[in-house]
C-alpha cells in the first residue's frame, strides 16, 4: 500500500507547476507563442457557439484569463449536448486564427456536463449585456459571467498585491480575531454570538450569567475592527496590518454598506505624527492601484474600467472646519448643510471630493464627540481628535484612521465601561510608544478603482440586511 503510495509522488510532483485543470493546459497558457503546433487538452465552459458549413467555432473559457480560446470542430465530431453553458473537454492542436489569436483545432471532444438552457430556465444567454441588479439574483451563477469572472480575479489580484506591497515596506500580516468581547468604534453595530446547542448553553449555564454569557463567560461578537489587536502586536513588531472579513449589522441596504465586509487594517508603531499617516495612506492607495494597473491589464479591460484620473495628483488635506466651510460656502448645492460638531453624510463626503475635481481629499482634525475613544487629542485644541478621513470619487469615505490616545490617564477616563478592555490600557504601562493607523475598506477600494457601482456587485456573496440565504 505505502509502495504505491510512494510511487505516485513523481507524477503529482511534475502536476504542481502546471496551471491548468486536472492534467489539462490552462487557456491562459494557450496564448503562449511556443503553444503553437503542440496538442493540448483543455476544460472549460462554452461561452459562444457558431455554426457555419462544415465546422463549428466554439468560444470556450475556464477562469484562468478574460479571454476565451477558440476552438473549431468538424461538425462530425460535435456532440449533441454541447450547447451554450456546457463543460466540456477538448484534444486537439493549437494553431495561430487568421487574426493572429490562439486558436484549438479539435481532433476529440467531450461534453462533460450538459447545460439545459431551455428546460432549467438557466438566466443567461450567449453576448447578451445584463443589468448588475439583474445578474445578482443569480448569485450562485454569477461567477460564470464574463464581467463578474473578471471581478473575481481582479479583487484576488488585489489582495495578492496589498499583501507584497505591505510586506514590501516590513509589514507583518496578523490574524486577529473574529470573535471578541470589544465593540472598538463604541456604535452598537456588532452582531452578538452564541451556541446555538441547548445542551452546550445548558452543560454551561451558570448562576446569574445571562444567556450573551454563557460560553465565554463575557458578551461575544463578530469583530467591527481589529485595530485594539493590533495596537498590542504593533508594541513588538512595528509595523503590522490584518486583513480580513470584518462585520457591522447597520440596518442600511445602501449601494456602499456590507454587513460582512473586507476591510485592511495596519498599525505603525513609533509612529508621531497625523501627516506621516496621512503620507502612508495615500501611498498605499495609489502603489496598490499602479500595482493593479500593471498586472491586472486584460481584466480591467474586459469589464471597462478606466485608469483613475487621480493616480499622478497629490491628495488635498482639509481640517475638519475647512470642510465644514466649504460645504456651508455650497449649501445652496447641497440637500442638508452641515453643522458643527455633526458626522458627515454620504452627500457632503461626495460633494468634497467633486469639489477638489475629483481627487481624493483627506479631513483631518475631527471633534472629539464624533470619534471613538482610542482616537488622540491635537496637541494644540482638547476638542479634536487627531483622526482622518480619506474620501474619494464615488464612494465617499475610504480610509478611516487616527494617532491613538497613548496617555495613560487620558485613556482611563475615555475607556467604555464594557468590553474588558484593562488589557488594551495596560499596553500604555509597559514599553509604551505612540502608535497610529488606518482601516481601508477593501470591497470600496474596488469599487472606486473599477468604477463599480454597488459594493455588492465586488463579492461573490454579499451580505446585507435580509440578504443571508445564498
Ligand atoms: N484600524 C482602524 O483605524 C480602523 C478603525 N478602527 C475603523 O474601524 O474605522
Known amino acids: 500500500m505505502l ?35 503542440k496538442p493540448a487538452k483543455v476544460q472549460g465552459w462554452v461561452r459562444a457557439l457558431r455554426k457555419m458549413k462544415d465546422n463549428v467555432f466554439v468560444d ?32 486537439g492542436e493549437l494553431t495561430s486564427a487568421p487574426n493572429g489569436k490562439m486558436e484549438l483545432r479539435a481532433t476529440e471532444v467531450r461534453v462533460i456536463g450538459a447545460c439545459n438552457v431551455s428546460e ?5 444567454a450567449p453576448r447578451k449585456k445584463y443589468d448588475p441588479d439583474y445578474i445578482r439574483q443569480y448569485l450562485h451563477l454569477r461567477p460564470r459571467t464574463r464581467g463578474f469572472s473578471s471581478l473575481l480575479r481582479l479583487r484576488d489580484l488585489a489582495s ?41 448553553v445548558e452543560s454551561m449555564r451558570k448562576e446569574g450569567q445571562t444567556e450573551d454569557e454563557i460560553y465565554f463567560d463575557t458578551a461575544a461578537f463578530l469583530t467591527v475592527s481589529g485595530q485594539l489587536h493590533l495596537e498590542a ?52 492607495v495609489k502603489r496598490v492601484t499602479e500595482r493593479m494597473i500593471e498586472k491586472g491589464a486584460s481584466d ?21 472646519e475647512d470642510a465644514l466651510n466649504v460645504l456651508n460656502d455650497n449649501a445652496s448645492q447641497l440637500q442638508r448643510p452641515l453643522k458643527y460638531g455633526e458626522a458627515f453624510t454620504k452627500e457632503h463626503e461626495l460633494f468634497l471630493v467633486q469639489h477638489n475635481d475629483g481627487v481624493p481629499v483627506f479631513v483631518v482634525n475631527w471633534p472629539k464627540e464624533i ?5 488622540k487629542e491635537c496637541a494644540d485644541d482638547a476638542s479634536k481628535v487627531a483622526a482622518l478621513d480619506l474620501l474619494v ?34 499596553l500604555r504601562k509597559y514599553g509604551n510608544v505612540p502608535t497610529g493607523g488606518y482601516g481601508m475598506g477593501f470591497d470600496r477600494f474596488l469599487q472606486c478603482v473599477l468604477g463599480i457601482g454597488n459594493i455588492k456587485d465586488t463579492v461573490p456573496f454579499p451580505r446585507w440586511p435580509h440578504n443571508c440565504n445564498l
Open 60 to 91: 470556450i473559457s475556464d477562469g484562468s484569463t478574460c479571454e476565451m480560446l477558440q476552438v473549431v470542430m468538424p461538425k462530425a465530431i460535435k456532440p449533441d449536448e454541447l450547447r451554450y453553458g456546457s463543460s466540456v473537454r477538448v484534444k
Open 233 to 284: 502586536v504593533a508594541r513588538a513588531l512595528t509595523k503590522v496590518y490584518t486583513f480580513g472579513p470584518t462585520f457591522r449589522a447597520e440596518n442600511s441596504k445602501s449601494r456602499l454598506h456590507l454587513s460582512e465586509f473586507y476591510m485592511l487594517e495596519a498599525e505603525l508603531a513609533f509612529l508621531t505624527s497625523i501627516e506621516d499617516l496621512m503620507e502612508e495612506v495615500e501611498l498605499l
Open 393 to 426: 470619487p464615488g464612494v465617499g469615505e475610504l480610509v478611516g484612521g487616527s494617532m491613538r490616545e497613548d496617555d495613560y490617564e487620558k485613556l482611563e477616563l475615555k475607556l467604555p465601561p464594557t468590553g474588558n478592555l484593562s488589557w488594551y490600557l495596560d
Open 120 to 124: 432549467d430556465g438557466y438566466p443567461f
Open 300 to 320: 480591467l479591460r474586459a469589464i471597462g474600467a478606466l485608469d483613475p484620473q487621480w493616480l499622478n495628483k497629490t491628495f488635498a488635506c482639509l481640517t475638519y
Open 3 to 37: 509502495t504505491r503510495y510512494i510511487g505516485r509522488l513523481h507524477p503529482l510532483k511534475a502536476d504542481v507547476v502546471k496551471r491548468g485543470a486536472h492534467k489539462c493546459t490552462s487557456i491562459l497558457d494557450t496564448a503562449s507563442s511556443e503553444a503553437i503546433g
Open 160 to 200: 495578492a498585491v496589498i499583501g507584497d506591497y505591505l510586506r514590501d515596506r516590513g509589514f507583518v500580516s496578523v490574524h486577529t480575531p473574529m470573535l471578541t468581547s470589544n465593540d472598538c468604534e463604541g456604535a452598537g453595530e456588532v452582531f452578538v454570538v452564541r451556541p446555538q446547542s441547548k445542551e452546550v
Open 371 to 375: 470619534k471613538p475613544f482610542y482616537m
